[in-house]
Structures are given as structure tokens and as C-alpha cells.
């Protein structure tokens, strides 16, 4: 490791990095067609070395910071002796380097003479990829190969000439071709503006300058890591969390992390996680590694930059044939599922070592509803896709604070679409959408509310395919903090209503509903030790009843009123 002479610089370079990157980001949410890219903001974009490492990222996902790498290395190892300035690659196979087969990778070379200089990628969730269910995120697909399309490294560009096969190919695979390949042009559109300004950036440095600070911004990068780990105690820590069924059966799936830390590294041990299941809710290896990386950035803090740099100090060690390391074939395209409870577990054990840094857990549901049918007014059959998945509602209590209502939390850093948008763009009527009272994890610091979300059908046959989990194992609380309120699915069909399993596929017809209630966060710390003056603005707010105040936090008001009976209070908290 080389230590930077001027620290200075390197901010400046990170800084005009991750600007690139969030240019990108804003050209492909400006220039998509779907719902999915431009209000759920699903995507992501960054710039990647010479050598095909991390430098800078837009303000998108987390858990995409570590999957850009093997995405492309798969792309660089298949084409290494053909590698041209115009070339675009394409991919979204996870058994080679891909994360899922909605995501599909773009990445460009930047080339300056024959050398090149930089990769640019930008990656997108798309709503549709073919495969027996609409939307590809299927929780019962038992092999990838009901998924949809897996498309291998390919050219999507060679030398500045498009590949009319591959778009071809990808046209007649999907749903909805419209916003596919809608979304595609604004990958490329992001490409072309990264481009612009990274050669904007050599001609600002130089080329033999700029790579050397791009070198010295990993190191540099590495160095942080190193010393902000340094700073953690040493000593081994494991926590397990559960998923409760995979889809197909009842049993539980156990995911447990090891963390190790000695001096400035730490090794990451997912041994005793149950084997990868029949379902397609575990992600492949690199999107595990990719979860690990981003809960340790979350804890150093956004003093250090997007690099690659904060790779180095991590070993991961996940048993092939397990949850976190499937083998093919494997379904994994409701992987956000296992992703982000695979973050709560990592993050579980970093609460052992650090206490007072982590949060409980986020609500955690990882609710993912995929609702389509057809046009049939229209000859051929028009289809229409609608995804709805990055309505998480909220963080779990922390150390000093409570956890944030309605706000992607865990690895996810999407946002709602509007209900005005899903019903304009689709056969869909939301009914209802708010918080639900007495759904937060108690604790010294409550976690989140819980939400809910009644969608209405205004169609005969409308599939609805629904990702989600929490139903039987709530999001933890931490350090004395009680768990949320579960996940409820009820349907109700025919005018008569039946609860709903948190993994099925069914066919729905006009005035037929779904009610989701998600789960809240998690609560850190004895809930009786809950400052009374907040419990009563719960009350106010209408977050907590008060029967919930007196039984759970020990906080009785005067009948009627919102004013605390300090008497009967008093007493209640002594029965601790």
C-alpha cells in the first residue's frame, strides 16, 4: 500500500468520480420508460478502474456497489483479446457474474488512443425478462431456466455497431418490449454522459496522472478501512436470523454470520446457514459478498469512499450448495428477499460487537408484488406488467433514536412510486395506503411503523405473484427491544376474504383485493424505560394505542385525556 502525498486531491478525484456516476444515474431515470427506473429509482450506475475495479458510484443501491465487479470481470475474461473502443457488453446471467435476469449489466470501455482508460457501467432492474410468470421474480420457480432469458457476455455494441440479434432476441422474450427496450436506451444514454465527462476528466489530469490517482484513491481507500476497523474490539461474534419458508414447504431458513475481527481485517463466516432451498429467494455468491461489503460501509461511515478499496480487508467465507451460495440451477430472481435478510443477519452480529452503532432490524418484509394480465380489447393481446417493490416502511429503533417511518432501509435504497402513478399506467386501483397503529417494535427507542396497501383488480384474470416474508418470524429487536407486529396478507375474492400465504401465485378477477400489511422495525432497549412524554405523542399521533402504551410500554393516561397518570405509571414500571 502506497500512502497518498495529498489527501486533498484524492477528495477532490472522489468527489468528480461519484459525480460522474450520479450524472449517469440522473440521464437514466430522466431518459427510462418504466415505473420501475424512473419512480422506484431500481438501477444503478458507476465507474469502474482500467483493471476493472470500483471507483465511484451514483446514489443508487448498496447492494450493487460489490456486484459491478464480477459482472464485469465475466465481460473482460470472455472478450480480453477483443476489447474495442464503441463496445457496449451485455449480461445478466448470475452464473456468471450476473445478479439476477431482471438486472441487466451495461458496461462500456473508455478508450483514449488504443489504451483503454476506464469501464462505465450502468445496470437496471427491468419489469419484465420473460419466464412463466410476468415480471421474472417468481418466489415458486423451482431452476433458473423458468426465469426468463439468460443472456451470457455478448456485445451488445461492437465497435459502434449495434447487435441487431441480441435486440431481436430480447424483443420477442419479453412482456413488454416498450419498456425493455425503453430502459436499455437509457442504460446507454447514462454510458454516453459518463463517457463525455470521464474524458473530460483525462483532459483535465492527464491520462498517466489520472490513473495514478485513481490507484492512490484504492489505496487510500483501503488505508481508511483498515484503520476505522483497527478501532473495533477484537473477538468473534455470530448472530442467526430466519426466513420462514422458501415457498414450497413450512420449514424455516436459517441464516447465520460469524464475524471475526483481528487488528484491521475481518472475516465474514456464513457457515450453519441452512442449504439453498427450492425457491428462488437466495441470491448467488456474489451478491452476498456484495450485501457483506455494504453493511461494513454502513458502519465506517461516508468518510470513506466508493472504492474498491474497502474490499480488501474482508474475507467471506459461504459453503457452496447453502442459502448464500447456491448452485446451479438454482432459481434466484426473488433474491431480494435473501439479500436483505442476509444483511439483517450480518448486521445482527455487528450489534454484538458494536452496540450502540447498529439498528434493529429494518421491517423487513421485502415485499415484492408483480401484477399483470392483458389488454384483450386490443388484437393481438396486449400485456402490461406492473411492479410494485420498494414500498418497505421502515428502519428498526436505534441506540439514541427511533427508527424512521416509510423509508427503504436494510440494502435497499429505492423509493415508493405514487399510487396515482400505478393506477394511470395500470388496470390497478389502491384502495387504501397508510400506517398501521400498534405495529412498531417497542423499545426505549420504537422501531417503525408497519404499513398497509389494499390493491383493487379492475380486470378478469390479473396474476398476482407476491414476493414477501415476516409472516411467522418478525423483525428482531435488539438489547431488550421487542419484535414488530408480523406481515398479514389477506385476499379477499368473490366477496369472500381468506388469509394469504407470504409466497403464492393466484389469479385475481375484477373487484377482487389484496390487503398487505407489512411489519414495523424492531425496538432497541426495555420498552419501559421509553420516555412517557413520547409514548403519549405516539398516542397523539396515533402510532400506538393506548392500551398498547399501558401494557407494553407501562404508560397509563387518564381516561379520555392524553395527560399521564403518573400514579398508576409508576406502579406499572416497578413490576420490572
Same mark, same amino acid.
Given at each position: 500500500?502506497?500512502?497518498?502525498?495529498?489527501?486533498?486531491?484524492?477528495?477532490?478525484?472522489?468527489?468528480?468520480?461519484?459525480?460522474?456516476?450520479?450524472?449517469?444515474?440522473?440521464?437514466?431515470?430522466?431518459?427510462?420508460?418504466?415505473?420501475?427506473?424512473?419512480?422506484?429509482?431500481?438501477?444503478?450506475?458507476?465507474?469502474?478502474?482500467?483493471?476493472?475495479?470500483?471507483?465511484?458510484?451514483?446514489?443508487?443501491?448498496?447492494?450493487?456497489?460489490?456486484?459491478?465487479?464480477?459482472?464485469?470481470?465475466?465481460?473482460? $475474461?470472455?472478450?480480453?483479446?477483443?476489447?474495442?473502443?464503441?463496445?457496449?457488453?451485455?449480461?445478466?446471467?448470475?452464473?456468471? =457474474?450476473?445478479?439476477?435476469?431482471?438486472?441487466?449489466?451495461?458496461?462500456?470501455?473508455?478508450?483514449?488512443?488504443?489504451?483503454?482508460?476506464?469501464?462505465?457501467?450502468?445496470?437496471?432492474?427491468?419489469?419484465?425478462?420473460?419466464?412463466?410468470?410476468?415480471?421474472?421474480?417468481?418466489?415458486?420457480?423451482?431452476?433458473?431456466?423458468?426465469?426468463?432469458?439468460?443472456?451470457?457476455?455478448?456485445?451488445?455494441?461492437?465497435?459502434?455497431?449495434?447487435?441487431?440479434?441480441?435486440?431481436?432476441?430480447?424483443?420477442?422474450?419479453?412482456?413488454?418490449?416498450?419498456?425493455?427496450?425503453? $430502459?436499455?436506451?437509457?442504460?446507454?444514454?447514462?454510458?454516453?454522459?459518463?463517457?463525455?465527462?470521464?474524458?473530460?476528466?483525462?483532459?483535465?489530469?492527464?491520462?498517466?496522472?489520472?490513473?495514478?490517482?485513481?490507484?492512490?484513491?484504492?489505496?487510500?481507500?483501503?488505508?481508511?478501512?483498515?484503520?476505522?476497523?483497527?478501532?473495533?474490539?477484537?473477538?468473534?461474534?455470530?448472530?442467526?436470523?430466519?426466513?420462514?419458508? $422458501?415457498?414450497?414447504?413450512?420449514?424455516?431458513?436459517?441464516?447465520?454470520?460469524?464475524?471475526?475481527?483481528?487488528?484491521?481485517?475481518?472475516?465474514?463466516? +456464513?457457515?450453519?446457514?441452512?442449504?439453498?432451498?427450492?425457491?428462488?429467494?437466495?441470491?448467488?455468491?456474489?451478491?452476498?459478498?456484495?450485501?457483506?461489503?455494504?453493511?461494513?460501509?454502513?458502519?465506517?461511515?461516508?468518510?470513506?469512499?466508493?472504492?474498491?478499496?474497502?474490499?480488501?480487508?474482508?474475507?467471506?467465507?459461504?459453503?457452496?450448495?447453502?442459502?448464500?451460495?447456491?448452485?446451479?440451477?438454482?432459481?434466484?430472481?426473488?433474491?431480494?428477499?435473501?439479500?436483505?435478510?442476509?444483511?439483517?443477519?450480518?448486521? =445482527?452480529?455487528?450489534?454484538?460487537?458494536?452496540?450502540?452503532?447498529?439498528?434493529?432490524?429494518?421491517?423487513?418484509?421485502?415485499?415484492?408484488?408483480?401484477?399483470?394480465?392483458?389488454?384483450?380489447?386490443?388484437?393481438?393481446?396486449?400485456?402490461?406488467?406492473?411492479?410494485?417493490?420498494?414500498?418497505?416502511?421502515?428502519?428498526?429503533?436505534?441506540?439514541?433514536?427511533?427508527?424512521?417511518?416509510?423509508?427503504?432501509?436494510?440494502?435497499?435504497?429505492?423509493?415508493?412510486?405514487?399510487?396515482?402513478?400505478?393506477?394511470?399506467?395500470?388496470?390497478?386501483?389502491?384502495?387504501?395506503?397508510?400506517?398501521?397503529?400498534?405495529?412498531?417494535?417497542?423499545?426505549?427507542?420504537?422501531?417503525?411503523? =408497519?404499513?398497509?396497501?389494499?390493491?383493487?383488480?379492475?380486470?378478469?384474470?390479473?396474476?398476482?405473484?407476491?414476493?414477501?416474508?415476516?409472516?411467522?418470524?418478525?423483525?428482531?429487536?435488539?438489547?431488550?427491544?421487542?419484535?414488530?407486529?408480523?406481515?398479514?396478507?389477506?385476499?379477499?375474492?368473490? =366477496?369472500?376474504?381468506?388469509?394469504?400465504?407470504?409466497?403464492?401465485?393466484?389469479? +385475481?378477477?375484477?373487484?377482487?383485493?389484496?390487503?398487505?400489511?407489512?411489519?414495523?422495525?424492531?425496538?432497541?432497549?426495555?420498552?419501559?424505560?421509553?420516555?412517557?412524554?413520547?409514548?403519549?405523542?405516539?398516542?397523539?399521533?396515533?402510532?400506538?394505542?393506548?392500551?398498547?402504551?399501558?401494557?407494553?410500554?407501562?404508560?397509563?393516561?387518564?381516561?379520555?385525556?392524553?395527560?399521564?397518570?403518573?400514579?398508576?405509571?409508576?406502579?406499572?414500571?416497578?413490576?420490572?
Amino acid at each position: 500500500m502506497v500512502k497518498s502525498s495529498d489527501p486533498i486531491k484524492l477528495e477532490i478525484l472522489k468527489n468528480a468520480l461519484e459525480s460522474i456516476g450520479d450524472g449517469m444515474a440522473l440521464t437514466v431515470v430522466r431518459t427510462s420508460r418504466s415505473t420501475v427506473v424512473k419512480t422506484g429509482m431500481d438501477f444503478s450506475t458507476g465507474v469502474l478502474s482500467s483493471s476493472g475495479e470500483l471507483i465511484g458510484q451514483g446514489f443508487c443501491l448498496p447492494i450493487h456497489l460489490g456486484g459491478m465487479m464480477p459482472a464485469l470481470k465475466a465481460c473482460r $475474461d470472455y472478450y480480453e483479446n477483443s476489447i474495442n473502443p464503441g463496445d457496449i457488453f451485455m449480461l445478466n446471467d448470475p452464473y456468471e =457474474g450476473g445478479s439476477h435476469l431482471p438486472d441487466i449489466f451495461l458496461f462500456k470501455p473508455i478508450f483514449i488512443n488504443d489504451h483503454i482508460v476506464a469501464y462505465l457501467c450502468a445496470m437496471t432492474h427491468h419489469t419484465d425478462i420473460g419466464g412463466r410468470v410476468a415480471g421474472g421474480n417468481a418466489c415458486d420457480s423451482s431452476e433458473i431456466y423458468q426465469e426468463g432469458i439468460r443472456i451470457p457476455p455478448v456485445k451488445l455494441y461492437s465497435s459502434g455497431i449495434p447487435n441487431e440479434t441480441v435486440y431481436r432476441l430480447l424483443e420477442k422474450a419479453v412482456r413488454v418490449p416498450e419498456m425493455v427496450m425503453g $430502459d436499455l436506451q437509457a442504460q446507454i444514454a447514462g454510458l454516453q454522459y459518463g463517457e463525455n465527462q470521464y474524458l473530460e476528466l483525462v483532459s483535465q489530469y492527464g491520462i498517466e496522472l489520472l490513473q495514478q490517482h485513481v490507484e492512490e484513491l484504492i489505496n487510500y481507500t483501503e488505508i481508511l478501512t483498515r484503520r476505522s476497523i483497527s478501532e473495533m474490539p477484537d473477538g468473534t461474534w455470530s448472530f442467526s436470523d430466519y426466513i420462514d419458508d $422458501d415457498g414450497f414447504g413450512s420449514e424455516s431458513i436459517q441464516i447465520t454470520a460469524t464475524i471475526t475481527k483481528n487488528q484491521d481485517e475481518i472475516h465474514v463466516d +456464513f457457515s450453519g446457514t441452512s442449504k439453498q432451498c427450492n425457491g428462488a429467494i437466495q441470491p448467488v455468491l456474489a451478491t452476498t459478498k456484495a450485501v457483506v461489503y455494504a453493511v461494513l460501509k454502513c458502519l465506517l461511515g461516508p468518510q470513506i469512499p466508493n472504492t474498491s478499496g474497502y474490499f480488501r480487508p474482508v474475507r467471506i467465507t459461504a459453503p457452496e450448495g447453502t442459502f448464500v451460495n447456491p448452485v446451479l440451477p438454482a432459481p434466484v430472481a426473488a433474491r431480494t428477499l435473501g439479500l436483505v435478510r442476509i444483511a439483517n443477519t450480518v448486521f =445482527g452480529a455487528f450489534a454484538q460487537m458494536l452496540p450502540h452503532r447498529v439498528y434493529a432490524a429494518c421491517a423487513g418484509a421485502e415485499v415484492g408484488v408483480a401484477i399483470a394480465g392483458y389488454n384483450k380489447t386490443q388484437v393481438p393481446w396486449k400485456p402490461w406488467v406492473l411492479l410494485d417493490f420498494a414500498v418497505e416502511p421502515g428502519m428498526g429503533g436505534f441506540s439514541y433514536r427511533d427508527g424512521l417511518d416509510g423509508v427503504s432501509a436494510g440494502m435497499l435504497n429505492g423509493a415508493n412510486t405514487p399510487v396515482e402513478i400505478l393506477e394511470i399506467d395500470h388496470p390497478i386501483k389502491i384502495l387504501e395506503y397508510g400506517f398501521t397503529q400498534d405495529s412498531e417494535g417497542p423499545g426505549q427507542y420504537r422501531g417503525s411503523m =408497519g404499513m398497509k396497501r389494499k390493491y383493487q383488480c379492475t380486470t378478469d384474470d390479473t396474476t398476482i405473484n407476491l414476493r414477501s416474508d415476516r409472516g411467522k418470524i418478525p423483525p428482531y429487536g435488539l438489547w431488550g427491544g421487542g419484535a414488530s407486529k408480523p406481515t398479514s396478507i389477506i385476499a379477499a375474492k368473490n =366477496g369472500l376474504s381468506e388469509i394469504k400465504p407470504t409466497k403464492f401465485l393466484d389469479t +385475481f378477477n375484477a373487484g377482487d383485493t389484496l390487503e398487505i400489511q407489512w411489519p414495523g422495525g424492531g425496538g432497541w432497549g426495555n420498552p419501559f424505560e421509553r420516555n412517557p412524554t413520547e409514548v403519549v405523542q405516539d398516542i397523539l399521533n396515533d402510532r400506538v394505542s393506548s392500551s398498547r402504551a399501558k401494557e407494553i410500554y407501562g404508560v397509563a393516561v387518564q381516561q379520555g385525556t392524553s395527560i399521564i397518570d403518573w400514579a398508576l405509571t409508576t406502579k406499572l414500571r416497578k413490576k420490572t
